[in-house]
T-cell receptor, first 114, second 115 residues
């Protein structure tokens, strides 16, 4: 029972490089989320998605793009990485409505931009 | 827009002592509220949640939380803390929309437990 799987677990990028963080869930959830976690800042919502093909901006969307190609997968792309994007990124999924369920989280991707 | 405030960045308690972690929310309608725990290097695990009904909710690991609408609070409590409770705790508020729910977290409270 995998739940929410994120790849990679660790990544080092140079400033200006691009990369895509992958997230997949096997719980048939409609809602998916991307967060970043920074010391003292908690988890901040980057983007979220209600279903395939739909996405909405969260609290800190600048510098990121997302794609929800199907129900299982929700990817986060950094087009031109900056040191300020050094963070731990968490993907989550949940059924809808959230009041009847809970959000399940992946183990995180630790990204360092040098 | 909804928001969550956790006033205490770091709390230290002795093992066996009682614990209360504070959470205040801002949301125009009746919120649904969550407490999550994150152990070092791990993902997040749900402790408990509140949507409606009884304002005192019980969760896993002996935790409970009380919803107080008049104070816009949802504080987490435990009568007797164990060393294994050392972790970071996050309060979150969910907002209902027609096709999905936005889930916003507070900044977290780091709990340290002394033997």
């Amino acid at each position: 029972n995998a739940g929410v799987t994120q790849t990679p677990k660790f990544q080092v990028l140079k400033t200006g490089q691009s990369m895509t963080l992958q997230c997949a869930q096997d719980m048939n959830h409609n809602s998916m989320y991307w967060y970043r976690q920074d010391p003292g800042m908690g988890l901040r919502l980057i983007y979220y998605s209600a279903s395939e093909g739909t996405t909405d901006k969260g609290e800190v969307p600048n510098g990121y793009n997302v794609s929800r190609l199907n129900k299982r997968e929700f990817s986060l792309r950094l087009e031109s990485a900056a040191p300020s994007q050094t963070s731990v990124y968490f993907c989550a999924s949940a059924g809808f409505p959230l009041m009847n369920t809970e959000a399940f989280f992946g183990q995180g991707t630790r990204l360092t931009v040098v | 827009a909804q928001s969550v405030t956790q006033p205490d960045i770091h709390i230290t308690v002795s093992e066996g002592a009682s614990l209360e972690l504070r959470c205040n929310y801002s949301y125009g309608a009746t919120p649904y509220l969550f407490w999550y725990v994150q152990s070092p290097g791990q993902g997040l695990q749900l402790l408990l949640k509140y949507f409606s009904g009884d304002t005192l909710v019980q969760g896993i690991k002996g935790f409970e939380a009380e919803f107080k609408r008049s104070q816009s609070s949802f504080n987490l409590r435990k009568p007797s803390v164990h060393w294994s409770d050392a972790a970071e705790y996050f309060c979150a508020v969910g907002s209902l929309s027609y096709n999905t729910d936005k889930l916003i977290f507070g900044t977290g409270t780091r709990l340290q437990v002394f033997p």
